[in-house]
C-alpha cells in the first residue's frame, strides 16, 4: 500500500485539515494526517463532508491568532448544519490558549500531543470537550511516515527537529514548541528515500535553528551527527534529489555547513538567515546572539565559497525602542547584503516572552508601519537587482507545473531558489530543465531554454 499519499476510501469518516504559520506546521499536518489516517479516517478538501474539522494554527504573531478566531467561527456554521461535527484546534495556537480554546471548540492538542488525536476523537462527546498540550522532551515523531497533501508530489518537508532551545526575546515559539529536540538521522535519511523512490525530486529539511541539530548516537560518540554530516548523508541519496533547509541561525551556522553545501551539486544553493534588525542594539535586546558585524561577516564568508547563493531573511519592525536611526541600520544592511528576498512583519507583541515584561512594546502603530512599508520597498529594489544580476546567467530549474499566465510556459525554481519562467517544451513537474536568463521582475527570472 502506497502509505505516503492520502487515502480517499469513501467509506470512511472524513477528516478536513486547513494549515497556518510556518512550513513545519505542513509538515506536522502531514503527520496528523498520517496518524488519523491509521486510525481509520480518509481526507478530504471539502469541509462540507468533513465529520472532522482541524486548524492546525500558529500564534507567530497577533493578526494570525485573529485568522484563527474567524476560522473557528465558520466552522461552526458546520456544526450547525450538520451534527456530529467535530472542530478541533492544533498547533501552536493550542498550545498557547489551551482552556480560552476549549471554551469554543471540542478538540485542542498541542504539537507534542498528536498522537492523542484517536483517543481525544474518540473520546470527545457534546458536553465533554477533550485537550492535550503536553509537551515533550523526546516526542519528534521519528517512526511516522508524513502523509503528503502537496498537490504536485515534487517537493516534500522533513522535520529534522523539534521545538527551540533559544530565547528571543520577542518569539513565542519556545514555549508553544518546547525544548529543542534532534530527530534520529537515520529515520530521516529513510523519509527522504521513501519521498525519492515515489517521484519526489526535492527535500526541505525543517527546524527553528537547523544549524544547532545534533544527535548524540547512544553507544558511540563517532556516530554522532551534526547538520553538516546530516546534510551530506541526505545528499548522497541521489544527485537527482535536491536538498533543501530552513531555517539557519546567523549564531550558528558553520564554515563546515558551507563548505558541505559547495561540496554537492544537490544541495541547493539557498539559506534562508533571519536578520530581524541591522542595528546591533535592537540584536542585543532581541538576544540573537550576534551583532551587525558577525552578521555581515557571515554573508561575506558565504559569498566567498558559494559565489552565487541566494541569501534570503526576516525582518522585524519597530521592536521595542527602535530609534529611527536603528531602523536606518536596518535600511543600510539591507542594502548592503542585496537580500534576494524577505520576509518582513511589523513588531508584534506576544503574551509571555520576555520583551512582553521587560521592553514595551512603544512604538505607535503607525510609525511602525510606515517603517514596514520603507523596508518592503527598499526589498522590492533590492529583489530586481540581486534578480538582474542573473540575467545572461545559465541555470537548472526543477520544473513546478505550467505557469499560471500562460500555458505554454513552465515555472520552477533554480537551485537559488528564485522562481523562473520559460518556455516550455512538454515536460512536467519534477523534470529538470537548463534556461539562461533573459530579463526579470522583481519576483521572476524570465528566461529561454539552452537544453
Ligand atoms: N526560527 C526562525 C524564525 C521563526 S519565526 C529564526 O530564528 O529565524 C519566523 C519569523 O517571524 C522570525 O524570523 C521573525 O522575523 C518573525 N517573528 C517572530 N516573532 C515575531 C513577533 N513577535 N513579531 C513580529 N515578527 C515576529
Ligand atoms: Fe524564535 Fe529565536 Fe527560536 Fe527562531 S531562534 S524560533 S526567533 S526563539
Ligand atoms: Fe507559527 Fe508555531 Fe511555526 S508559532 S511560525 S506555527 S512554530
Sequence with gaps: ???????????????????????????????????????GYALTDDIEEASVILANTCSIRDNAEQRIWGRIDQFKLQKRKRDGVVIGIVGCMAERLKDKL???????????????????????????????????????????????????????????????????????????????RSRDPYTIVQEAKTLFENGYKEVTLLGQNVDSYFWKDAEKADRNVNFAQLLEMVAKISPELRVRFSTSHPKDISDEVIYTMAMYENICKHIHLPV?????????????????????????????????????????????????????????????VVFDSAFMFAYSERPGTLASRKYPDDIPYGLKTERLNEIIALQ?????????????????????????KNPDELCGRASSNKMC?????????????????VSVTSATLLCKRID
Design 102 to 180: 476549549l471554551e469554543a471548540v471540542d478538540i485542542v492538542a498541542g504539537p507534542d500531543a498528536y498522537r492523542s488525536l484517536p483517543e481525544l476523537l474518540e473520546a470527545v462527546a457534546p458536553d465533554s470537550p477533550q485537550m492535550n498540550v503536553m509537551l515533550s522532551h523526546e516526542e519528534t515523531y521519528a517512526d511516522i511516515t508524513p502523509v503528503r497533501m502537496d498537490r504536485n508530489g515534487i517537493s516534500g518537508f522533513i522535520s529534522i527537529m523539534r521545538g527551540c532551545n533559544n530565547v528571543c526575546s520577542y518569539c513565542i515559539v519556545p514555549y508553544t514548541r518546547g525544548a529543542e
Design 1 to 39: 500500500m502506497n502509505r505516503i499519499r492520502p487515502i480517499t476510501d469513501p467509506s470512511r469518516p472524513k477528516v478536513y485539515i486547513e494549515t497556518y504559520g510556518c512550513q513545519m506546521n505542513v509538515n506536522d499536518s502531514e503527520v496528523i494526517l498520517s496518524i488519523l489516517q491509521d486510525a
Design 380 to 404: 522590492g529594489r533590492m529583489s530586481l537587482k540581486s534578480n538582474e544580476k542573473e540575467i545572461g546567467k545559465t541555470l537548472k530549474v526543477l520544473v513546478e507545473g505550467p505557469s499560471k
Design 276 to 336: 530581524q534588525s541591522g542595528s546591533s542594539i535592537m540584536l542585543e535586546k532581541m538576544r540573537r546572539k550576534y551583532d551587525r558585524e558577525w552578521y555581515l561577516e557571515r554573508v561575506r564568508k558565504i559569498r566567498s565559497v558559494i559565489p552565487d547563493c541566494g541569501i534570503t531573511t526576516d525582518v522585524i519592525a519597530g521592536f521595542s525602542g527602535e530609534t529611527a536611526q536603528d531602523h536606518q541600520d536596518t535600511l543600510s544592511l539591507m542594502e548592503q
Design 421 to 437: 519562467v520559460f518556455p516550455s517544451r512538454g515536460e512536467k513537474a519534477g523534470d529538470y530543465c537548463e534556461v539562461e536568463v
